[in-house]
């Protein structure tokens, strides 16, 4: 279910990619950079403050 | 005077093979190209400050090379054409974009009377269709046409032992969980492109992959995300890398063989060539 829903998302994603002028496209691969820049640090820092947590519970 | 040129990102990778180079030439051109969508390329000067430091002042020559109107022409030539035949292996524009700045560095090498032509392919990153090992022979047969010998020396090098995502999140902190063999590991380390660099000196630890000197040494492109969505997303659910090595090769094939044909035309008739109407001086 997930591949089917990261397939679909990814071909809409692909499909306005694929029909952009070059510099437009690269504009929206910025874009898109920026997002996922965004959601893949909030990710790290959450996991790294579990982690970090479970290592001072596992010390003391 | 023994001269070579080398495309220079500024990178782990392309530091070291310009170290290499200049074990081996009198003069090194450290290549850096530019277009829009790459930003900060004033951070390769980083690298080329210290290999410059390192070697001699006078044995390393950074230049700057725009690539835009290659680039355009490498991404859109005959684009309904690829389009129909490839798909949505045209959002391959690491590929491209490395396809362009290998035609810029031709013409570099062409117009400088330079014959040797490296760069810091490895085989770690082999994702990216540019760093293909079937590739990089397209690539090298695409450079013969112009009379440059094309070179990768740190291809066989391995790539950093902690670049996953979960290797950053420092699972050895927590004392509970195993965190593998740790000789096994320091080996491995050994062979990496950054422990070469940290023996050469030129590099503060064996691996800044990812860190913030990484980030502040070469340009920073986001456009790989949009591959990556459809690489990782559409294009393999259910797909060997196999089938994604042959297909790329593909690809690049044509592409190959068209930029080919640029070259050749560059060499025959120079200012009356398409690619140097495309080079931006």
């Known amino acids: 279910m997930l591949v089917i829903f990261r397939k679909t998302l990814a071909f809409f994603i692909c499909l306005a990619g694929v029909l952009m002028p070059w510099r437009l496209r690269c504009l929206y691969s910025e874009l898109l950079g920026w997002i996922t820049q965004f959601l893949y640090l909030n990710y790290v820092s959450v996991l790294n403050l579990i982690i970090r947590e479970l290592g001072r519970e596992a010390r003391k | ?281």
């Open chain 2, 1 to 281: 005077m023994k001269e070579a040129a080398i495309l220079f990102s500024g990178g782990t990778d392309s530091t070291l093979a310009a170290a290499l180079a200049l074990e081996r030439y009198d003069r090194l051109h450290l290549l850096t190209c530019t277009r829009f969508g790459l930003f900060r390329p004033e951070h390769t000067r980083l690298n080329a400050d210290k290999l410059a430091a390192r070697f001699g002042r006078d044995r390393v020559r950074h230049v700057f090379l725009p690539v835009d109107g290659i680039f355009r022409q490498v991404s859109y030539g005959r684009y309904f054409h690829y389009l129909l035949k490839y798909g949505f292996f045209n959002l391959s524009t690491c590929g491209l974009c490395k396809l362009a700045m290998h035609l810029r560095a031709a013409v570099y090498c062409v117009e400088n009377g330079i014959t040797d032509l490296c760069d810091g392919a490895n085989k770690g990153m082999n994702l990216f269709p540019d760093q293909m090992d079937t590739v990089i022979e397209k690539t090298r047969r695409m450079h013969l046409k112009a009379g440059v010998n094309y070179t990768t020396p740190v291809f066989d090098f391995e790539g950093p032992q902690d670049i996953d995502f979960a290797d950053k999140l420092h699972f050895e902190k927590v004392p509970f969980l195993p965190s593998g063999d740790r000789k096994e590991k320091e080996e491995a380390r050994r062979k990496t492109t950054g422990w070469k660099l940290y023996e050469l000196g030129l590099m503060p630890s064996d691996n800044v992959k990812g860190t913030e000197l990484d980030r502040s040494m070469q340009q920073r492109c986001f456009q790989f995300i949009l591959f990556n969505i459809w690489l990782h997303w559409y294009y393999m659910p259910g797909k060997s890398y196999e089938t994604y090595k042959a297909d790329s090769l593909r690809y690049f094939s044509e592409k190959m063989a068209d930029a080919g044909a640029l070259l050749e035309e560059f060499r025959r008739d120079r200012e009356r060539s398409l690619l140097h109407r495309l080079t931006e001086r």
